[in-house]
């Protein structure tokens, strides 16, 4: 069983940044790859970043060259720095880490408003 714990969201104001944090913890062997999704209100969770356990990443097109994902494979951490937020970016973001399963986080609140 792993465990994912997220941090970092907040308020912040059109054009700010935020970096999310998630920490995974229990049964780990390894981990593969750990990413982020997001879900805004009234819409469907939608993928955001994916990065491998080599390091190689992905991003969604919404958000490629805004934000950037990273790993500390030694703290079994990803990581998400947001920058040039827009209100559209509103919604609470799931991180989640794959072993044979894909475990997820509990969800943190980002709200991008002025």
């Known amino acids: 069983q792993v465990q994912l714990v997220e941090s970092g969201g907040g308020l912040v104001q059109p054009g700010g940044s935020l970096r999310l944090s998630c920490a995974a913890s229990?049964?780990?062997?390894?981990?593969?790859?750990m990413g982020w999704y997001r879900q805004a209100p009234g819409k469907q969770r939608e993928w955001v970043a994916t990065?491998?356990?080599?390091?190689?990443?992905n991003y969604a097109r919404s958000v490629k060259g805004r934000f950037t994902i990273s790993r500390d494979n030694a703290k079994n951490t990803v990581y998400l720095q947001m920058t040039s937020l827009t209100p559209e970016d509103t919604a609470v973001y799931y991180c989640?880490?794959?072993?044979?399963?894909?475990?997820w986080g509990q969800g943190t609140q980002v709200t991008v408003s002025s």
């Open positions: 989640h880490a794959d072993t044979n399963l894909r475990y």
């Open positions: 990065i491998s356990s080599g390091g190689s990443t």
């Open positions: 229990g049964s780990i062997f390894r981990l593969n790859a």
